[in-house]
């Protein structure tokens, strides 16, 4: 079964170009060189820098942006550590720490998002920390093929709301494929998601207490044989499809603000086993959207059931990176 997230699927993805890297599955154009800026440095700098690059036109180009969270996420296996960038990439000089993402966070807006590139950890961090930076822009005009993060609101450093023009943050660009209006189709007990083609469960809770992660596999066997809503082909999500859900605009929980489901629990199981230590898995924490890693043996999690992708309800086509 082909799993998605926006972003064709495409084998050999990565294109060179001189100093750029074309990424040909998304759209988007990647520096070369993940250690240009050779430095650590806070999310106001880092903003800045960019900006420094389009004036200076970096390459040729003077439409460098920091990446958004899931621009940056494109990027990231979940197969690979040290680092966690997609099989058959091109780059140099990648740094198996954290680099900057432009999306803030929406409940603590002094905040800012970051993914770790020698394990793909998506974490939030206060924005005078000092972390790395990797400049990215489109290709195409018309945008990428992946996600928009549903962001539209730019914060300055303290957390402050601030007019987006020129801001160079994900507010301001809200760049990526829009997901259709409505995006959520209730049948049932059941919502399609028309934009990835994924079956949820309408109630978010479908076992009252955490599980282990065993326990949760255990479940959703027992619902294939219960035949629940009808089908036999329930699982446990992947991660990428756990964190296709969020909404950057939104928090508590990081879902869109439009969104069905009811009994919404602060953290869920995947099915993503973490190739650090396969003792663990990759979850997601929906009050703001971290993806991070849990302990399998640990009843800690919840499970949140998903089908599909439904190719008569959204992209089947489409691939999970």
């Known amino acids: 079964m082909k799993k998605m997230v926006c972003g064709l699927e495409m084998k050999n993805r990565f294109k060179p170009d001189n100093d750029v890297?074309?990424?040909?599955?998304?759209?988007?154009?990647?520096?070369?060189?993940?250690?240009?800026?050779?430095?650590?440095?806070?999310?106001?700098?880092?903003?800045?820098?960019?900006e420094g690059f389009n004036e200076s036109g970096l390459f040729g180009y003077h439409d460098w942006k920091l990446p958004n969270r899931r621009e940056l996420l494109s990027l990231m296996s979940h197969d690979v550590i040290n680092p966690s960038v997609d099989a058959g990439h091109l780059f140099t000089g990648i740094f198996h720490g954290y680099y900057w993402t432009s999306t803030t966070c929406a409940r603590l807006p002094d905040q800012a998002w970051y993914i770790h590139l020698g394990g793909a950890r998506v974490f939030k961090g206060m924005k005078h920390r000092s972390y790395m930076v990797w400049p990215v822009r489109e290709i195409d005009?018309?945008?990428?093929?992946v996600c928009q993060t549903g962001q539209t609101i730019c914060y300055d450093g303290s957390g402050h709301r601030m007019d987006c023009k020129g801001s160079g943050?994900?507010?301001?660009?809200?760049?990526?494929?829009?997901?259709?209006?409505?995006?959520f189709r209730s049948a049932g007990d059941r919502v399609h998601d028309t934009g990835t083609g994924l079956v949820?469960?309408?109630?978010?809770?479908?076992?009252p207490q955490p599980l282990d992660w065993e326990a949760a596999h255990d479940l959703v066997s027992q619902m294939n044989r219960d035949r629940i809503q009808g089908h036999d082909d329930w699982r446990v999500p992947e991660i990428r499809e756990l964190e296709s859900l969020t909404d950057m605009d939104c928090h508590s929980p990081a879902l869109p603000v439009d969104h069905p489901f009811t009994n919404v629990q602060a953290f869920y199981?995947?099915?993503?086993?973490?190739?650090?230590?396969?003792?663990?898995?990759?979850?997601?924490?929906t009050k703001d959207g971290p993806v991070g890693v849990g302990h399998k043996p640990l009843s800690e999690f919840f499970l949140w059931p998903v089908r599909g992708p439904d190719i008569g309800m959204g992209s089947g086509h489409e691939t999970d990176r």
């Not at 005009?141 to 093929?145: E, I, L």
């Open 21 to 50: 890297v074309i990424d040909e599955r998304t759209g988007l154009m990647w520096v070369k060189d993940t250690g240009l800026l050779e430095f650590p440095m806070t999310w106001e700098e880092a903003l800045a820098e960019i």
């Open 141 to 145: 005009p018309g945008g990428s093929r």
């Open 169 to 183: 943050q994900d507010g301001e660009f809200q760049a990526g494929k829009p997901f259709p209006d409505p995006r």
């Open 200 to 207: 949820w469960l309408k109630n978010a809770n479908v076992h």
């Open 269 to 285: 199981w995947s099915a993503t086993t973490s190739r650090y230590d396969t003792a663990y898995a990759w979850v997601l924490y």
